[in-house]
């Protein structure tokens, strides 16, 4: 079963990428590709703008109205609020959406949770095969050492990454906090600075680097006394988030409503 796949933000880095991913795929086509509708790319061969070498026969659209018939799942990397929006045209015209946008807010995950009562929805902060390996390794960490250790989320991205921490470094946060029943809310610390007093033993510190062409560097201290276990995820190319997203689209199509990540599509 061959899924068509639409990618907005199609002129973008991640949008190039996108369509490379899915061209190379088995059990994917590329249906549309979506820029903005003053994009000087727009009607432009998707192949062509990607740097493929060849034609894949999809022009470029300005707008997901103009290829609804187009696709079966949206890939959407964009930004909290256009996600939004995205959600709401694939619920009025029964598409399945895969989301990697990072940064939202309270308010727009509880919103996303809700309409996966209307349509599918893979939403994971981050579409790497080994990412999602790392953090069912976090879980086992957690639950042997988590309590007599001090817990610490490194993490590293280029200069234009605009959310901080990234979506996985809270994300593994998450995992940790769950699998040692704590709130995240009330354990993280972001940064430290000036007399903070000695480091309690029940808290996850994060640290974020940005710099360089760095696509994601994210490591996970357990700091006990006498020994100390790293867990480290280090991403060379944006590839890999591409490829994973393409088989989340390919595995949405035909599943129930609801929110799926990416351990469902991985079988973990």
């Known amino acids: 079963m061959t899924t068509r796949i639409a990618i907005i933000g199609a002129a973008g880095r991640m949008g190039r990428i996108l369509i490379e991913a ?3 795929a088995d059990n994917a086509v590329l249906g549309a590709g979506v820029v903005l509708p003053d994009d000087s790319l727009k009607g432009a ?42 959600i709401e ?11 990697g946008t990072t940064g939202l807010n309270d308010d727009q995950k509880a919103s996303l949770q809700a309409s996966g009562k209307e349509l599918p ?10 990412v999602n390996l790392c953090l069912n390794l976090l879980r086992m960490a957690a639950s042997i050492m988590g309590n007599d250790s001090d817990i610490e989320i490194i993490e590293m991205h280029h200069r234009h990454k605009v ?4 979506g996985t470094a809270l994300r593994m946060g998450e995992v940790i906090a769950d699998t040692l029943d704590w709130d995240l809310k009330e354990v993280a610390v972001y940064g430290r600075e000036g007399q903070t007093g000695a480091r309690p033993q029940k808290q996850i510190g994060f640290e974020t680097i940005r710099g360089g ?3 994601g560097d994210h490591t996970v201290m357990f700091a006990a006394d006498g020994e100390r276990v790293e867990v480290t995820h280090k991403a060379q190319s944006r ?25 469902d599509v991985l079988g973990f």
């Open 213 to 215: 062409d760095v696509v």
């Open 121 to 130: 929805i893979v939403f994971a902060p981050n579409y790497s095969v080994g």
């Open 239 to 263: 590839m890999t988030f591409a490829k994973g997203a393409v088989r989340a689209a390919a595995w949405l199509k035909g599943k129930d409503n609801g929110v799926y990540d990416m351990p």
């Open 163 to 166: 959310d901080a921490p990234s």
């Open 22 to 24: 899915t061209d190379a």
């Open 45 to 86: 061969d998707a192949g062509e703008m990607a740097g493929l070498g060849k034609k894949l026969n999809v022009a470029l659209a300005g707008s997901l109205e103009d290829v609804v018939n187009d696709f079966d799942v949206l890939i959407d990397f964009t930004s909290p609020e256009t996600t939004m929006q995205n």
């Open 89 to 99: 045209f694939c619920k009025q015209h029964g598409k399945g959406i895969v989301i």
